[in-house]
């Protein structure tokens, strides 16, 4: 629990949002097409593949990963089959109990934050669905949200930018290739660990940032080639949510327009 406190309050001190215990995004780990493995690997974009599925903190450091799952499970399941997910819902994270955000709020949980393809439950937060016809409110949450969540994004960017390999696809067996992936992971979270406050691995301009006029696109979205093995995945889970887990996003929407605002949010609205 001391663990998920400190990940927390890192979270809230640079990317400020409250309570949130990680990032959480899954990728096509893109490979040669394995022989006898069947349609096991094969997925909608017509390559052979299996998922990674991560989990990092505020500093582009990964605490849970899930290598494995078929790539032809494009969609749905993914997240709710993992290790991991499995884990969330059984209530076996040693997550801290929920507490207010202020004197007298209302008791909330503690999160991980995803993007649409993740389900919204009691305990991962999800965007507002849609674009258009979103009020001031929940635009803003989707804003901090988003910054919180381009952590995970900005990890996977760094070991596609960093670690040559994963450039092309993967030309090996699957149990070698599941296996350098583990050994980059583990690389990445040694050095990275080394690095902070020093920027050598991890420069300035690698990553997203704010600036004056919106986001500035990290260096690494430049420089993915299209036959990276990194491809996005679709949807993890169905989008179906607990009436509960809909009033603790509606809680942290009104928290962040209200006692937790910050100045510069409503430039983003």
Request: include cysteine; hydrophobic fraction near 35%.
């Amino acid at each position: 629990k001391e663990k998920w406190l400190n990940i927390s309050k890192e979270f809230e001190e640079v990317w400020n949002f409250n309570h949130c215990i990680g990032a959480i995004d899954g990728k096509h780990v893109v490979i040669q097409c394995p022989e006898n493995a069947g349609s096991s690997y094969f997925n909608y974009k017509n390559s052979h593949s299996f998922v990674l599925l991560a989990v990092c903190d505020a500093n582009y450091i990964f605490t849970f990963v899930d290598i494995g799952a078929y790539g032809r499970r494009s969609d749905g399941g993914i997240f709710r089959d993992s290790f991991l997910g499995q884990k969330f819902r059984t209530n076996e994270m040693n997550v801290p109990d929920p507490k207010p955000f202020y004197f007298e709020g209302n008791s909330m949980p503690y999160v991980l934050v995803g993007d649409e393809a993740f389900p919204l439950t009691e305990y991962l937060m999800r965007p507002f669905p849609g674009k258009q016809g979103l009020n001031q409110d929940k635009i803003i949450y989707n804003y901090r949200l988003s910054r919180a969540r381009r952590t995970i994004e900005n990890a996977f960017g760094i070991l596609s930018s960093q670690w040559r390999i994963l450039r092309r696809p993967i030309n090996c067996s699957i149990e070698t290739a599941m296996k350098i992936v583990q050994a980059i992971v583990c690389l990445h979270n040694y050095i990275r660990i080394q690095d902070i406050g020093v920027n050598e691995y991890i420069t300035e301009n690698m990553v997203d940032r704010d600036g004056c006029d919106g986001l500035i696109e990290g260096s690494w979205r430049r420089n993915i080639d299209i036959n990276s093995a990194f491809q996005d995945i679709r949807r993890c889970s169905t989008n179906n949510s607990s009436r509960k887990a809909a009033r603790i996003r509606d809680d942290f929407c009104e928290y962040f327009n209200s006692e937790g605002a910050i100045p510069w949010q409503f430039q983003h609205c």
